[in-house]
């Protein structure tokens, strides 16, 4: 493993990529200062992961870079094709030759000259995303928009909500949203 040229770390935060496959070597690091080069990973406890190296030519690097979440999904180390990611938008994919191109259903997802190495996630509806408002006339509208004004017409209607404490200290610091409810969760 001394001659294996490395990439860049990749944040895992103790969940193992879903497209890593367990006979991929990694160099992982943690936050008690642990790390070690060239371990499987069908042999590692991802639990105890924050950031994983591959080998610099790893299909994944490509598709991070280009903006897709990797997508390793091939049934058999001989590249059967398997089905499409639960959460592909059903648009753009990318293949190992680093092309982009829309993709359906009916293209196979690892198959030889069609290698898919990347897609785009679809956004996920999150609960109480949905609102429904209830038909009215343009005057109950404009009355509405008399009483209400602009932005609070919008809180009325249920369309904007206020953000959560969370999402609000997200949105200022850059972190991300799962790591800030991880600590507020931690500290109660």
């Known amino acids: 493993m001394t001659d294996t040229v490395w990439g860049d770390p990749i944040e895992v935060n103790g969940e193992r990529p879903a497209w890593l496959a367990n006979d991929d070597r990694v160099w992982f690091h943690n936050s008690r200062g642990y790390n070690e080069q060239g371990r499987i990973v069908g042999a590692l406890a991802f639990e105890l992961v924050d950031t994983i190296r591959l080998p610099a030519d790893h299909f994944a690097y490509l598709a991070i870079a280009k903006g897709f979440t990797p997508w390793g999904g091939q049934t058999t180390k001989r590249m059967e094709a398997g089905p499409a990611p639960h959460d592909w938008d059903a648009g753009e994919v990318l293949y190992r030759n680093g092309k982009i191109d829309d993709c359906d259903d009916d293209w196979s997802w690892g198959d030889g000259d069609c290698d898919i190495i990347g897609y785009r ?66 500290r109660g």
């Open 121 to 186: 996630r679809r956004s996920e509806q999150l609960a109480g995303d949905t609102v429904t408002i209830a038909r009215m006339t343009e005057a109950q509208w404009w009355a509405k928009w008399h009483a209400h004004g602009t932005s609070s017409l919008g809180h009325s209607l249920g369309i904007i909500r206020e953000p959560t404490e969370a999402e609000r200290i997200a949105a200022e610091t850059g972190i991300a949203l799962a790591d800030v409810e991880r600590v507020l969760a931690a």
